[in-house]
């Protein structure tokens, strides 16, 4: 089964406000995707009474979906770098660098240190 829904392609148009609140609008197209019966049946159930608000659900979804890809490759990341050991020492070194910041910020008086 095919659906054919609008993406939103997001960008800065300077003085204008978009469609979406989180994001000005600099384009809109229309793609056509295969997707399974059971998700296009969802997305009906879930937009009847709003048809037209399809489009967005689809693109919060697909942006929703990203955000998380791209939290995982970041984890990733810091996984392997957490491996490395002058990562690790730089990283030991900036904490002792801004302990006392730290202890300054939970307001422990100067020459004490945290509970």
Known sequence: ???VFTIQEHGHESGKKGALRRAEVTALRKVTYTLPGTIVGELDARTKDHPRSKSRVVAEALAFSFAAQDREALAAVYEQ???DPQFRAD???????FEALDLEAA???????AP
């Open 1 to 3: 089964m095919a659906i």
């Open 107 to 113: 307001g422990v008086p100067d020459g004490e240190s």
């Open 81 to 83: 770098a957490a491996q």
């Open 91 to 97: 990283n030991e070194t900036i904490l002792r660098d």
